[in-house]
Every structure is written in C-alpha cells, then in structure tokens.
C-alpha cells in the first residue's frame, strides 16, 4: 500500500481541527457535518481515514488530536477551512471563539 502523501498527512490533520471545532460547542449542526464530509471527499481523503472521520460524527467522539506541528507551516489553508466550516451554520459559538483563538495562538 502507497505511503500517505504530504498532503493527505496535512488533510486529514485539518479535518481532526474541523471535526474539533465543530464539535467544541457539544453539538454537530448538519451544515458542518456537510462540510467536513465535502472537504474530505474533495480531497481525496483515504477510506479508512474517511470511515473514522464519519463515525466521530455519528458517534460524537473527539477526533485524535491533531499535529498542529505539521499544521503550522500552512497555518492560512488551515483556517481557510475553519471559515468555511463556521461559515456553514453561520454560528460562532462562545466555545467555537474560544477555540479559534487558541488555533490562532498555536499557529501564528
């Protein structure tokens, strides 16, 4: 089987922060599910991957906390896909602020 690419590696470690987010105020509207789905599909996300990103949504259960190191370098792609998802139910959530914030200290 191929070794993950670069950028499968950096994907899905956006779509753990997105899922994080999502799920920072107890509750996962449709919308962001929709676009967490969406991104992942559109890139390209491996099943297995994929398979454990949807049943996190089903179930409600954290993702594993993501390599914010290997975020760091593409800090602007990561938060390109943060609006997205906020802009999709269009909420910002006290937890969801509070989160962000924090994403933006770590990242720079």
Do not use: C, Y
């Amino acid at each position: 089987m191929a070794r993950p690419s670069e950028d499968d590696l950096f994907n899905v470690e956006v779509l753990k922060v997105m899922l994080q987010l999502a799920q920072s105020d107890q509750r996962v509207d449709p919308r962001e599910a929709g676009v967490i789905l969406g991104a992942a599909r559109s890139w390209g996300v491996p099943e297995p991957e994929l398979a454990a990103l949807k049943k996190s949504l089903e179930a409600g259960a954290p993702p594993p906390a993501p390599d914010l190191a290997l975020l760091k370098g593409r800090s602007d792609e990561v938060f390109e896909a943060v609006q997205a998802l906020i802009a999709s139910d269009g909420e910002l959530r006290a937890e969801e602020r509070e989160m962000l914030e924090e994403l933006r200290l770590i990242l720079g």
